[in-house]
């Protein structure tokens, strides 16, 4: 409808006009773009914030002119912002919209006083690529002990005493986010980390002494204590099949088991050895 060109000649707020564009993406028609346009002015009519919240959502146009100590970002990547690259941008209108996302890009980074949180999945903004050249980057000496934490750690892994071994999907400063068996999640810092690290090693049933053998019932004994049962410990379980145990959390009352027919599989750490129904699995 050269609304963009109207916009333009008037010198009216492109802003304006950027967020229509974002309004409008995936909606099939003039008709339910209308509808949407009305449910989402019905929902700014009628909300109110409550006095005890403690977070803003906003557009970037929304928040021109103000400040936050601490703003979080979400979906800053090439596609979505910007939605397309400078080296993609064609025509002119292209590159212009690219140098109006950049300007947007930076209003959004200088609402935060203190703290500022960018969100990625895969490879980072354009934009955020240039701010990261200009920023100084922590190294050492490699001869220094702390050389290795100054690296990228995503996808290195962590063994934890209650929910097993995690593998880093993200990193934020010191903080790491660890997945874990079951789909579990941890945002640990290196200190909490080193404290929750399991230091347990799990015995290979066969080669247990006679009198370990002796003390747990023999070696294909069903398990008795939760003591007997070690993240790594290959077991079989009566239903399930052959597995090595994942994670043991005995506040919580559960084990995660990996079966090999199975996979991941949480069940009741009590009622398992209640039944009897796991035994040590010499053969794996």
Known sequence: MHYGKYVEQKKLDTGKYFILEMLAKGVDGPDRFLEKLQALQMTIAEHRNTKDSRIILSTIHSSKGLEYDTVYMADVIDGILPSVTRAEAETDDEVRAYEEERRLYYVGLTRAKNDLYLFQCGEPSSFTSEVLRALPVP???????????????????????????????????????????????????????????????????????????????????????PSQLCIGTAVRHRKLGSGRICAVNEKEDFLIINFDKKGDKKIGLAMSLKKQLLTPDPSR
């Open 139 to 225: 190294a050492a000496d490699e001869s220094d002990i702390l050389a290795p934490l100054l690296r990228p750690q995503i996808g290195r892994h962590y063994t934890d005493r209650e929910w097993g071994r995690g593998e880093v999907v993200a990193e934020c400063m010191e903080k790491k986010l660890l997945a874990f068996p079951g789909g579990h999640y941890e945002l640990l810092s290196y200190d909490e980390m080193l404290a929750r690290r399991s230091i347990r090693a799990a015995a290979s049933p066969d080669r247990r002494s006679p009198d370990r053998e002796h003390e747990a019932g023999g070696a294909d004994a069903p398990f008795q204590s």
